[in-house]
């Protein structure tokens, strides 16, 4: 079953519950999946299908931040229920021992010594947690073991 058909049917469900966060949120991601099936000009496969929802879940993560330092509760909340419900389309997040073990064999892989090869590791690293792993926490763990 694609991911389209998925939200259609999780859509149903929602509106049936008159779930109205829920509602929106998978409105929003169906609309984005559509929007990038139109610019790209076919229908998408699973990994663009992937790209599309962990962009989605950066900009919910992003702006919980900005909401978290500029004190607006109400907005943390909201957004939190969001990312809770836009968890559920993507796989399996990876735990940090699980990124620290493929940052150190991305390392090994690539013979990285120093900070300056950052960009080496992070090219070796982010095809395997793509989806899987928050792109800014991946960052800091390749950051922090290159720079032992």
Known sequence: ???????????KTAMKAKDKEALQVIRMLKASIQNEQIKAGHE?????????????????????????????????????VEIAIVEKYLPKQLTEEEIRKIVSEAIEKVQATSAKEFGKV????????KGK???NQVNAIVKELLNK
């Open 1 to 11: 079953m694609s991911l389209l058909s998925t939200l259609n049917d999780d859509m």
């Open 122 to 129: 992070m090219g070796a690293v982010m095809p395997l947690v």
């Open 44 to 80: 998408l496969n699973a990994d663009e299908e992937l790209t599309v929802l962990s962009r989605e879940m950066k900009q919910r993560r992003d702006a919980l931040s900005e909401f978290v330092q500029a004190g607006r509760e109400d907005l943390v909340e909201k957004v939190k």
């Open 133 to 135: 792993a928050d792109g």
